[in-house]
């Protein structure tokens, strides 16, 4: 593939990790794209910062080119693929009809499409369980399920909803919405019955798929109970699937069995409903920072378009490969990832702990399957690097066919990068990805042609034009900034569900600049177009990679009694890339912060949401910092924690209590020291 060049070779940056060999670039499907503007445009694109311009300085042109390299499978009379280069309000594809399942199953593909691993249930390394699925049996399996979902009354626009372990039968699921027409929202089981109930209810799925038990960290958790709350919430729900995992033994929860939903094993036709566009196709959560997660409603074909420009050109996939990314049905990963059926390859499911028994298990399935792209989270990295798993090159981790490692959900430190290249494989496509479940896709992500540096990710998208803007509203290069972007891109959201006059929509992205995409990030980008970026802007909480809203721990809280009032912020300990949950807690008269307290604060947050949102760290405060209106002010108290000045006293109604934060900082400090 490529050679690793040590530091002082080629008279490359100091930390410079690897460049693609001639032959690798040659090869590259972005070589390929490049090749084929240049020969229909007549433009002499000399590098990828050449194709870059362009395709942001005629964004209709590169769009238009994309669209026929990669083959879309469509149909109707689209004139123009980009009506108005304006947000909100751009229209891509008017008169486009197309079908999300069709591009991904009606293509001859063969070979394996759907790979399942769940982790050791003895200790030991190996996974307990694998599944292969061709593609075959996939789109008969779809067939079944999109047949069992018309009889039931299932209908294009109907929402379906899925409570489900990261297995087959949740791609088969969605496929068969996707094929209807119908729009699919998931989440995953370890979600608590409050923060399920907070998204699904505004989604208000007429059927719900859900797994009957799952298992993470060896352990086996059921999910009777809450879907039992589930149905009794949501009037909407009409029938809920039982879906049986695939090892242990669970009571069936919901309506009806999986295996009696589909029915007899009869060959039914494959059909493909095609529709606009713009027809939803999935609806995704916001963190619920500020209330009820926001529901964002991602059309058919800008979800398409822009996965597959970004996994065909920027990932280097192709018909064969496999790709492992480590996620659940509750993360945008899981929808980006499925997408890599439309390209041939293999979709690699891992279900339960990645470090379980040992941080060994998942990169041994990533050897022994042959896969050729693996996607974590920088929190993952780095944590194999504090604790060196044993990877032994030439032995189990040979990583004969692994290409490319991806990191996304947190940053990861210019040692985590080497630590790839000197434990893992030293020729290898390390390519850091950021974008997020607004726009279900990346606005910074790797290219398969261009060197890796420690620490940044490599370049902008193709086809993304954005900046980082400092607080003058300037674009800046070399120091962070705001992230914005500046023209609108296919996978945006279509809409904000129940929010008929698009006010939601609108504050959630240009009340700061009108006219341009505010996305929370700050970000630097490099004088060599690489980027660096240094987490949320906002005061979402952000450990391991997992957005989480305060919202959520907040109403958690709630229920525990000896508390009158809480703050909630991330934190990032000294030397470390992970962020962790600070909480602060103003107690009632004749209540103790003892340790007793504080277990029973941390197992009631995760029972009622996830053990992501559990805080790591819990001190009592005499009172919340407010404005003058009341509103809690977290981004000043994050700010405290990370040694930044605070500018804002005037505009608080109780400034005094700031010092108390002060000496927390202090006393966290300590504890890292």
């Given at each position: 593939?490529?050679?690793?060049?040590?530091?002082?070779?080629?008279?490359?940056?100091?930390?410079?990790?690897?460049?693609?060999?001639?032959?690798?670039?040659?090869?590259?499907?972005?070589?390929?794209?490049?090749?084929?503007?240049?020969?229909?445009?007549?433009?002499?694109?000399?590098?990828?910062?050449?194709?870059?311009?362009?395709?942001?300085?005629?964004?209709?042109?590169?769009?238009?080119?994309?669209?026929?390299?990669?083959?879309?499978?469509?149909?109707?009379?689209?004139?123009?693929?980009?009506?108005?280069?304006?947000?909100?309000?751009?229209?891509?594809?008017?008169?486009?009809?197309?079908?999300?399942?069709?591009?991904?199953?009606?293509?001859?593909?063969?070979?394996?499409?759907?790979?399942?691993?769940?982790?050791?249930?003895?200790?030991?390394?190996?996974?307990?369980?694998?599944?292969?699925?061709?593609?075959?049996?996939?789109?008969?399996?779809?067939?079944?399920?999109?047949?069992?979902?018309?009889?039931?009354?299932?209908?294009?626009?109907?929402?379906?909803?899925?409570?489900?372990?990261?297995?087959?039968?949740?791609?088969?699921?969605?496929?068969?919405?996707?094929?209807?027409?119908?729009?699919?929202?998931?989440?995953?089981?370890?979600?608590?019955?409050?923060?399920?109930?907070?998204?699904?209810?505004?989604?208000?799925?007429?059927?719900?798929?859900?797994?009957?038990?799952?298992?993470?960290?060896?352990?086996?958790?059921?999910?009777?109970?809450?879907?039992?709350?589930?149905?009794?919430?949501?009037?909407?729900?009409?029938?809920?699937?039982?879906?049986?995992?695939?090892?242990?033994?669970?009571?069936?929860?919901?309506?009806?069995?999986?295996?009696?939903?589909?029915?007899?094993?009869?060959?039914?036709?494959?059909?493909?409903?095609?529709?606009?566009?713009?027809?939803?196709?999935?609806?995704?959560?916001?963190?619920?920072?500020?209330?009820?997660?926001?529901?964002?409603?991602?059309?058919?074909?800008?979800?398409?378009?822009?996965?597959?420009?970004?996994?065909?050109?920027?990932?280097?996939?192709?018909?064969?490969?496999?790709?492992?990314?480590?996620?659940?049905?509750?993360?945008?990963?899981?929808?980006?990832?499925?997408?890599?059926?439309?390209?041939?390859?293999?979709?690699?499911?891992?279900?339960?702990?990645?470090?379980?028994?040992?941080?060994?298990?998942?990169?041994?399935?990533?050897?022994?399957?042959?896969?050729?792209?693996?996607?974590?989270?920088?929190?993952?990295?780095?944590?194999?690097?504090?604790?060196?798993?044993?990877?032994?090159?030439?032995?189990?981790?040979?990583?004969?066919?692994?290409?490319?490692?991806?990191?996304?959900?947190?940053?990861?430190?210019?040692?985590?990068?080497?630590?790839?290249?000197?434990?893992?494989?030293?020729?290898?496509?390390?390519?850091?990805?950021?974008?997020?479940?607004?726009?279900?896709?990346?606005?910074?992500?790797?290219?398969?042609?261009?060197?890796?540096?420690?620490?940044?990710?490599?370049?902008?998208?193709?086809?993304?034009?954005?900046?980082?803007?400092?607080?003058?509203?300037?674009?800046?290069?070399?120091?962070?900034?705001?992230?914005?972007?500046?023209?609108?891109?296919?996978?945006?959201?279509?809409?904000?569900?129940?929010?008929?006059?698009?006010?939601?929509?609108?504050?959630?992205?240009?009340?700061?600049?009108?006219?341009?995409?505010?996305?929370?990030?700050?970000?630097?980008?490099?004088?060599?177009?690489?980027?660096?970026?240094?987490?949320?802007?906002?005061?979402?909480?952000?450990?391991?990679?997992?957005?989480?809203?305060?919202?959520?721990?907040?109403?958690?809280?709630?229920?525990?009694?000896?508390?009158?009032?809480?703050?909630?912020?991330?934190?990032?300990?000294?030397?470390?890339?992970?962020?962790?949950?600070?909480?602060?807690?103003?107690?009632?008269?004749?209540?103790?912060?003892?340790?007793?307290?504080?277990?029973?604060?941390?197992?009631?947050?995760?029972?009622?949401?996830?053990?992501?949102?559990?805080?790591?760290h819990i001190f009592q405060i005499s009172e919340v910092p407010v404005t003058r209106s009341g509103k809690t002010v977290e981004l000043s108290v994050k700010a405290i924690l990370a040694g930044r000045a605070i500018s804002n006293h005037s505009a608080l109604a109780n400034p005094q209590i700031l010092e108390s934060f002060d000496q927390v900082r202090r006393d966290l400090l300590l504890l890292y020291s």
């Open positions: 593939m490529a050679a690793h060049l040590n530091h002082n070779e080629n008279n490359m940056k100091p930390d410079c990790l690897w460049r693609p060999s001639p032959d690798c670039v040659r090869q590259s499907n972005m070589t390929a794209f490049s090749r084929f503007v240049s020969e229909n445009t007549g433009k002499t694109l000399s590098d990828y910062a050449a194709l870059h311009a362009w395709s942001t300085q005629n964004l209709l042109s590169f769009w238009q080119h994309f669209a026929e390299f990669t083959d879309l499978v469509s149909g109707g009379n689209c004139d123009k693929i980009l009506e108005d280069n304006k947000m909100p309000g751009a229209e891509w594809c008017r008169g486009m009809e197309l079908n999300y399942a069709e591009n991904l199953l009606g293509r001859d593909f063969a070979g394996i499409a759907i790979r399942l691993f769940i982790e050791s249930d003895s200790g030991q390394p190996n996974a307990a369980y694998q599944q292969e699925v061709t593609f075959s049996e996939l789109r008969e399996l779809v067939a079944r399920c999109a047949h069992a979902l018309r009889n039931i009354g299932i209908k294009s626009g109907d929402r379906v909803a899925g409570y489900i372990a990261n297995v087959p039968e949740a791609i088969v699921a969605c496929l068969a919405c996707a094929s209807i027409g119908a729009v699919w929202s998931s989440a995953s089981p370890d979600f608590g019955l409050d923060a399920l109930t907070d998204r699904f209810e505004q989604v208000a799925p007429r059927l719900v798929f859900a797994s009957t038990h799952y298992r993470y960290g060896g352990k086996t958790f059921d999910t009777a109970q809450v879907v039992a709350g589930l149905k009794q919430r949501i009037p909407s729900i009409e029938c809920i699937v039982s879906v049986p995992y695939p090892i242990g033994e669970s009571e069936a929860v919901g309506d009806v069995l999986w295996t009696e939903f589909l029915g007899e094993k009869t060959t039914y036709p494959l059909e493909f409903n095609r529709l606009p566009f713009a027809h939803p196709l999935f609806i995704l959560f916001s963190s619920g920072t500020t209330g009820a997660p926001k529901c964002m409603v991602h059309g058919a074909g800008g979800t398409l378009l822009q996965h597959r420009k970004e996994q065909q050109l920027h990932c280097d996939i192709k018909s064969g490969d496999a790709m492992l990314f480590f996620t659940t049905c509750g993360w945008m990963m899981w929808n980006w990832q499925l997408s890599v059926l439309s390209l041939g390859a293999t979709v690699c499911l891992y279900d339960g702990s990645p470090g379980y028994p040992d941080l060994s298990s998942i990169w041994r399935v990533v050897d022994q399957w042959q896969v050729t792209h693996f996607g974590t989270s920088g929190r993952f990295i780095e944590s194999c690097m504090k604790q060196q798993p044993v990877l032994k090159p030439g032995g189990f981790a040979a990583f004969n066919k692994l290409r490319s490692v991806q990191y996304t959900g947190s940053p990861l430190s210019p040692d985590g990068f080497r630590w790839i290249y000197e434990h893992v494989k030293s020729d290898i496509h390390l390519a850091g990805i950021s974008g997020g479940t607004d726009i279900v896709s990346c606005f910074i992500l790797g290219n398969p042609n261009l060197p890796v540096h420690a620490g940044e990710i490599q370049c902008k998208g193709l086809g993304v034009d954005v900046a980082a803007l400092n607080e003058a509203g300037e674009a800046v290069v070399g120091e962070p900034g705001e992230l914005v972007c500046r023209q609108p891109i296919p996978s945006m959201p279509v809409a904000f569900l129940n929010d008929d006059d698009g006010a939601k929509y609108h504050k959630a992205y240009f009340d700061v600049y009108p006219g341009l995409w505010c996305h929370g990030d700050f970000v630097e980008f490099t004088p060599a177009g690489g980027a660096v970026v240094y987490g949320r802007s906002d005061a979402t909480l952000n450990p391991g990679g997992v957005r989480i809203g305060s919202a959520e721990i907040y109403s958690a809280l709630d229920v525990v009694e000896g508390i009158t009032d809480s703050v909630v912020v991330g934190w990032v300990p000294p030397a470390e890339a992970d962020e962790v949950i600070v909480l602060f807690v103003v107690l009632a008269d004749g209540t103790r912060l003892d340790e007793s307290f504080k277990r029973r604060m941390r197992q009631t947050i995760r029972r009622k949401f996830s053990p992501r949102h559990v805080p790591k």
